[in-house]
């Protein structure tokens, strides 16, 4: 279910977003291009992916505020983990259009 939300967002992020915003295809712009989406898209991605998460499993706000104090950091010390490596891998070189 998480991927239904998460991956359209992930696709313009990644195909449109980061492109225009560091359009150099160097070392220097993948350190970029991993920086903005560190420390500002996989904040914002996760902030809402709780809400949206027991907003489709039919469950009150109130679920998804306290899913958010309990889940928020340790799913982003979880990303910070795994995340950085591999997108550095993927801005340094897979082409945009894959």
Known sequence: MGTF????????SYSKILP????EVTAAGALKKLAVDQLIAAPLIILFFYPAINFVEGKPMSRAVEDL?????????TNYQIWPAANLVNF??????Y
């Open 5 to 12: 939300f998460v991956a359209p967002i992930l696709h313009v």
């Open 20 to 23: 225009w915003l560091v359009p």
């Open 69 to 77: 104090k309990e889940k928020y950091v340790p799913t982003m010390i």
């Open 92 to 97: 340094m070189f897979i082409p945009i259009q």
